[in-house]
């Protein structure tokens, strides 16, 4: 069975960082964009990041642009989103997920796997 765990969530003050790594089992990365997604109560998941594992490009949204940097580990079968200059807005749970396509889409539905989330919360 599939899984994508995520790690390194927690609460940090603004303008603060925090690293959120994504490992998978049974699931080899390379053959698969990845994802970053979050979602706040009362709101939709939404797009942070993606990665093409394969040729190591990377999308942002808006957002995030200049604070957060998703990378991968290729031996450790790893993503990560570096977030820095953190604020009280980007306070949600984050996911990571892979689609089995060639293109990180910025949709949630058309991602095959997903993880638990973990929690990212911001004070001000």
């Known amino acids: 069975q599939v899984q994508l765990v995520e790690s390194g969530g927690g609460l940090v003050q603004a303008g603060g960082s925090l690293r959120l790594s994504c490992a998978a089992s049974?699931?080899?990365?390379?053959?698969?964009?990845l994802g970053w997604f979050r979602q706040s109560p009362g709101k939709e998941r939404e797009f942070v990041a993606g990665?093409?594992?394969?040729?190591?490009?990377?999308y942002y949204a808006d957002s995030v642009k200049g604070r957060f940097t998703i990378s991968r580990d290729n031996a450790k079968n790893t993503m990560y989103l570096q977030m820095n200059s953190l604020k009280p807005e980007d306070t949600a749970v984050y996911y990571c997920a892979a689609s089995y396509s060639d293109y990180p889409s910025r949709t949630p539905g058309l991602y095959d796997y997903w993880g638990q989330g973990t929690q990212v919360t911001v004070s001000s």
């Open positions: 049974r699931l080899t990365f390379s053959s698969y964009v």
């Open positions: 990665i093409r594992w394969s040729i190591g490009s990377t």
